[in-house]
């Protein structure tokens, strides 16, 4: 059977529009820095309302999930690679900024996907 990129560029499209609950750890923002070839992983911490929303634990706020916001990170973590900042922040940091498993594996995808774009030069956005 042959790989058609545009079918599974439709499966990770499809897949994206699914709902996913918010990890209670806090959320990440990923980014590169072509100059320095590194990929950036900025932490901030939120709180999860009864209706499964993220909410800013200063202000008590909705956190839009588009959009731009006013917010200060906890913690940076960059790497020049997916797996040094796996490292970095699921095996270094203690106790683990990330707490539950699909959230992890969301940043696992990501990173890869920041690498190989740092990689071949083509633009990268979060998913």
Excluded: W
């Amino acid at each position: 059977m042959d790989l058609v990129v545009e079918d599974l560029a439709a499966i990770d499209h499809k897949l994206s529009q699914r709902h996913i609950a918010l990890d209670p750890g806090g959320y990440f923002i990923i980014y590169l820095d072509r100059e320095e070839g590194l990929i950036y992983a900025k932490h901030f911490t939120n709180v999860i309302d009864d209706r499964g929303l993220a909410v800013d634990p200063e202000t008590g706020k909705v956190i839009p999930a588009r959009g731009k916001v006013e917010r200060t990170n906890t913690t940076i973590f960059s790497g020049r690679t997916a797996k040094e900042l796996c490292v970095k922040i699921f095996e270094e940091t203690q106790p683990c900024l990330v707490t539950q498993l699909d959230h992890a594996a969301y940043l696992g995808r990501e990173f890869i996907r920041a690498e190989m774009a740092l990689v071949t030069g083509q633009e990268y956005v979060q998913d």
